[in-house]
């Protein structure tokens, strides 16, 4: 799981024709009591090309032992108090509140 995590983000990643992402970075953190994943997306303009602006997205899990539950939902540090049920729609709705894709 965590390979197929590493290798979906280690390249472009489109999200339909409206949005284009291109991943930073992608990591995991975290041992014993608690995981988090945390992915970095830089934004396109109107016109495709990258932006300079980024959003930062994190999720956690609470782990006991070698077992963890189900992770929550991914947020926006910029807002935390959204969730959303994958990175692509958070990613999405921070570049749209930049007024990018």
């Not at 608690?34 to 992915?39: D, F, H, M, R, S």
């Not at 189900?70 to 509140?97: E, I």
């Amino acid at each position: 799981m965590k390979t197929l995590f590493m290798a979906l983000f280690s390249v472009f990643v489109f999200a339909g024709a409206a949005s284009g992402y291109q991943v930073l970075s992608s990591k995991e953190f975290g041992a014993g009591e608690a995981k988090n994943q945390n992915v970095v997306v830089k934004c396109t303009t109107d016109t495709g090309k990258l932006s300079s602006q980024t959003c930062s997205l994190r999720r956690y899990v609470k782990c006991s032992g070698r077992t963890c539950g189900g992770w929550q939902p991914w947020r926006d540090l910029r807002d935390t108090t959204s969730q959303y049920s994958d990175w692509r729609a958070a990613a999405a709705a921070c570049c749209r509140a930049k007024g990018l894709r």
